[in-house]
């Protein structure tokens, strides 16, 4: 069983910053493919952000550039900076895994984005005002 809790999410203005943090709890057997989705308001859920087992990354074009994913093994944590906020950004935040060995980050960002991973966070939402 795998715990996900993410956090970070807030209002911030078009132009801005913010970052989100994803904890990460429970039994990964040292391989695990973690992921960011997220879904605004009355749209479909989508794959953003993706770091594999072998810190490979995979970003979707609307995000690339502006995002960036990355993990911090010693504190089991999945973070996404995310600069040059646009108001099409706002959405909320889906942190997932998945333990399928030898899982690539591509693999990940293209998974069905309600049940290609095998765990899910409850989300955070980011709001961007312009």
């Known amino acids: 069983q795998v715990n996900l809790v993410e956090s970070g999410g807030g209002s911030v203005q078009a132009g801005g910053s913010l970052t989100l943090s994803c904890a990460v709890s429970g039994d990964t057997y040292g391989s695990v493919a973690l992921a960011w989705f997220r879904q605004p308001s009355e749209k479909e859920r989508e794959g953003i952000a993706a770091?594999?087992?072998?810190?490979?990354?995979a970003y979707a074009d609307s995000v690339k550039g502006r995002f960036t994913i990355s993990q911090d093994n010693a504190k089991n944590t999945l973070y996404l900076q995310m600069n040059s906020l646009k108001p099409e950004d706002t959405a909320i935040y889906y942190c997932?895994?998945?333990?399928?060995?030898?899982?690539?980050?591509?693999?990940?960002?293209?998974?069905?984005?309600?049940?290609?991973?095998?765990?899910w966070g409850k989300g955070t939402l980011v709001t961007i005002s312009s």
């Open positions: 997932a895994a998945d333990l399928a060995i030898g899982m690539t980050a591509d693999q990940a960002l293209g998974a069905d984005p309600y049940y290609g991973m095998d765990y």
């Open positions: 770091i594999d087992s072998d810190g490979r990354t």
